[in-house]
């Protein structure tokens, strides 16, 4: 109800100022909505903005589809304030299955995330990616876009040829309980300490690039079996994070069907194109000084030139391009778009996010200093064991390995996708796994405790009324559930989402505080009892879009 409504006082401001940005913004403590548009008028004809305000409002209040909206100004704002049938009508779509969903749109997006390196497991700093990434996704869906979801894989670039070096040339195999992503970062671990001590193996390296890149076959056959042994690990490690990519595209897809070939001729006529001893662009005109090589002087094409030409696929099959990339990313992600515009194809659309780090420090692959995710997952669910056997040791063992899981998987996703992609983020197991405060847990357990009240509950005849102000604080935030979804795929900022959640959760918990449910009267009860219902099928929803099973027993 929130999202119509908004858009129903949005279009009538728009009509009666003839203005298209009316400056409506949610109303905080004062209404449910307010527009700021009497100062643009203002400003524009130099008059105060108070009689502008005044005058819109008296204009808004004759207007039949507005007739249930208190319209009212304070100073130059217009509020806004919803009646009851905007709370009765929230609630009755709260209480449906799917309730979130928005119309079917005929808009091919497709979404790029994770696309980590295969020569090593998935680290702490990766799955910040993945997480954006998914949960990114899931909104897209949730908002009826039609979505494809893709792992670039990065199978024939330096860092795999290393791998191949290791393979061929050190006697190590995997052990039969190591992860097969772990075996290949052990490969790539002791191959570059060889590389340190040895400097004619850059050569072979080098050789082994422009084998691959020219599709000799035995050489091709290496860099695909050693990216496929990494692969099988990541999707292991993806499964366990509760994400999903519809398809993993390799680059050298673009070296074999002449793409990449293709786009060098279209570069080598701009005129920022220079051919030396390599091919760069010049895209000093476009604010980025450093040069932007295409291809070596040994002929091969650098990583840049197969992106770009898996962008221009991308873009030409596909209506919104999503990138989500690192911020380490930023200058390639700028020269990308750059380059892109010069040849006059669609441009992606990237969420850089910083980096997740643990307290024990930053990662390197190449060194060998890296956290995995798979450690994270492993340590997570170990506390969250613990913390499940102490609030529920009447359980099962199974029941509460079974609970244990889902809380560790919501502790991870929630604690990194609650923060804004562009800041910086330290996982925190006490904070992540603290059912009591603004965690994933948290977020579950409010689930949990209004499924146990409609156990309890029994059948029930909904009643759809709302009086006391703990019971409209609730309904109005249920209310703005599909304005969320649909702000969160505009803005590309999944942790809206998490957000919402919190806030739902904390509405809940002060209503169930503040007011009795199963022991109100019959009428109160009934009520109340619709409440809790639309509260619980919208947690479920949210957090289904972030990724964490909703639990009903915790």
């Known amino acids: 109800m929130f999202r119509e409504t908004y858009k129903c006082i949005e279009s009538a401001l728009q009509e009666i100022t003839g203005i298209k940005d009316v400056g409506l913004i949610e109303g905080g403590e004062h209404a449910d909505f307010a527009s700021t ?44 304030i919803a009646g009851e049938e905007y709370l009765k009508e929230a609630l009755v779509c709260a209480c449906q299955e799917g309730y979130g969903n928005l119309e079917k749109r005929g808009i091919r997006v497709v979404l790029e995330h994770t696309s980590a390196n295969p020569n090593g497991p998935l680290h702490v700093g990766h799955i910040r990616n993945t997480i954006i990434g998914d949960t990114l996704a899931r909104a897209f869906r949730k908002a009826g876009f039609q979505l494809e979801v893709q792992y670039y894989v990065n199978n024939i670039g330096r860092q795999i040829a290393i791998v191949v070096w290791g393979l061929d040339n050190l006697d190590l195999i995997q052990n039969e309980s190591e992860k097969s992503d772990h075996f290949i970062a052990r490969v790539y671990i002791e191959a570059n300490k060889k590389i340190n001590n040895d400097n004619t193996i850059t050569g072979q390296i080098d ?12 050489t091709t056959k290496k860099f695909f079996y050693a990216v496929g042994i990494c692969l099988s690990g990541f999707e292991t490690t993806l499964l366990e994070l509760n994400a999903k990519h519809d398809r993993f595209v390799s680059e050298s897809d673009f070296i074999r069907n002449g793409d990449t070939d293709r786009l060098i001729g279209k570069l080598k006529r701009l005129p920022e194109c220079h051919i030396e001893d390599r091919m760069y662009l010049d895209l000093s005109n476009e604010g980025f000084l450093k040069e932007y090589v295409i291809v070596r002087s040994d002929g091969t094409t650098v990583y840049a030139a197969r992106d770009l030409a898996y962008h221009i696929w991308k873009g030409r099959n596909f209506d919104r391009v999503i990138d989500v990339l690192g911020a380490d990313h930023k200058l390639i992600g700028g020269q990308l778009i750059a380059t892109l515009k010069l040849i006059g194809e669609r441009t992606p659309e990237i969420v850089h996010f910083e980096f997740v780090s643990l307290p024990e420090g930053s990662m390197s692959t190449r060194q060998g200093k890296f956290i995995s995710a798979d450690e994270l997952i492993l340590e997570t669910r170990k506390r969250a064991r613990e913390e499940v056997r102490t609030r529920r040791p009447e359980l099962s063992t199974e029941e509460q390995e079974r609970i244990a ?57 909904p009643l759809y009324q709302v009086k006391d102000q703990s019971e409209i604080a609730v309904v109005k935030q249920i209310a703005k559930f599909p304005y969320i979804i649909e702000r969160t795929i505009i803005e590309l900022r999944p942790h809206l989402i998490a957000s919402y959640a919190r ?48 639990l009903k027993t915790m």
């Open 37 to 80: 548009v009497a100062f643009s008028i203002g400003r524009e004809n130099k008059t105060s903005p108070v009689p502008i305000a005044t005058d819109i409002a008296d204009k808004l209040s004759k207007l039949e589809i507005l007739k249930a909206i208190k319209i009212e100004t304070k100073g130059p704002y217009i509020n806004f």
């Open 207 to 218: 050789h082994l690039m422009q084998k691959v890149e020219a599709i000799e076959p035995e």
């Open 405 to 461: 899981q889902s809380v560790a998987l919501a502790a991870i996703r929630y604690d990194i996708v609650k923060v804004s992609p562009e800041k910086n983020t330290v996982f925190n197991w006490e904070e992540a796994l603290n059912f009591e405060r603004q965690s994933g847990p948290y977020i579950q357990y409010a689930f949990a405790r209004a499924s146990s009240i409609l156990e309890k509950a029994g059948d029930f005849s």
């Open 503 to 550: 806030e739902l959760a904390d509405l809940f918990n002060s209503f169930y505080h503040d007011l009795p449910v199963l022991k109100a009267a019959e009428e109160e009860k009934r009520s109340r009892l619709t409440i809790v219902k639309a509260t619980a099928q919208t947690l479920k929803e949210t957090l289904s879009v972030m990724g964490i099973d909703a």
